[in-house]
């Protein structure tokens, strides 16, 4: 079907062209919010691990620019902080 409603030699259409620009954001978004919907702000830990690894993910992003190094440092700093730190 989308091949008949969107053929090769028309180009890109608009609203898919829109769609890419927007769905990856919107994605990453909806994973965030996923990914925090458990966190107990009022019981201990806190969120402190999520907001440490939140917060290291980012730099280490803004740093080198790599997602995989960012995505992999960022679960193993998680892991470490919830099985061994805040145990």
Request: charged content about 5%; some cysteine.
């Given at each position: 079907?989308?091949?008949?409603?969107?053929?090769d030699?028309?180009?890109?259409?608009?609203?898919?062209?829109?769609l890419?620009?927007?769905?990856p954001?919107?994605?990453i978004g909806?994973?965030?919010?996923?990914?925090?919907k458990?966190?107990?702000?009022?019981n201990p830990?806190?969120g402190?691990?999520?907001a440490?690894?939140?917060?290291c993910?980012?730099?280490?992003h803004y740093?080198?620019?790599?997602?995989?190094l960012s995505?992999?440092?960022?679960t193993g700093?998680?892991m470490?902080?919830?099985?061994?730190?805040?145990?």
């Amino acid at each position: 079907m989308p091949f008949i409603v969107f053929p090769d030699n028309k180009g890109n259409h608009p609203y898919i062209t829109y769609l890419g620009n927007v769905l990856p954001y919107s994605a990453i978004g909806l994973l965030v919010v996923y990914c925090l919907k458990g966190v107990n702000l009022i019981n201990p830990p806190f969120g402190i691990p999520e907001a440490v690894a939140i917060i290291c993910i980012t730099v280490l992003h803004y740093w080198k620019s790599n997602a995989l190094l960012s995505i992999g440092a960022g679960t193993g700093i998680y892991m470490i902080l919830v099985q061994i730190v805040f145990k």
